[in-house]
């Protein structure tokens, strides 16, 4: 199934991208397709956050995070109701003079059940995630000013 990889330069520190990545309770605030989220566990080194997506179909899923701060966050599923796998990364590294910026890349691998529509699995590969992207750098660089 699809992997992907996109990368966005965010005019923030990777600290203050890292808060963005880690506030989990607010990303229905900017991402509209994310219809719930649930933090089952939180801690300095992961995360258990469960997530309801809808995109054609609702989606439901529930990630293991592994945190690196601020250098990045990888992730394993632990369950859902229609994708087998979906594992992945956000890295963050300093950009720009003193570190000012961050280069942030996203990397996900998917894999969705025989029964999920190759149109949910075209547009979250086409258009959601370089949107979502978008929308994480808009997040960090809003609440900077």
Not at 37 to 59: C, F, N, P, Q, W
Not at 129 to 139: C, H
């Amino acid at each position: 199934m699809p992997n992907a990889k996109v990368e966005v330069v965010v005019g923030v520190p990777p600290e203050r991208f890292w808060d963005v990545l880690t506030d989990f309770e607010h990303y229905p605030e900017f991402l509209p397709e994310l219809k719930e989220i649930t933090v089952h566990a939180a801690a300095h080194d992961g995360y258990e956050v469960s997530h309801t997506v809808a995109l054609i179909k609702r989606i439901q899923y529930r990630l293991k995070f592994r945190a690196d701060p601020p250098r990045g966050l990888t992730w394993e599923l632990v369950e859902s109701n229609l994708l087998k796998k979906n594992s992945g990364a956000w890295t963050l590294r300093p950009e720009g003079a003193a570190g000012q910026s961050t280069r942030a890349t996203y990397e996900v691998d998917l894999e969705v059940g025989q029964y999920v529509p190759k149109a949910i699995v075209t547009k979250l590969i086409t258009v959601s995630l370089p949107r979502m992207l978008a929308q994480f750098k808009e997040r960090a660089e809003s609440m900077a000013r």
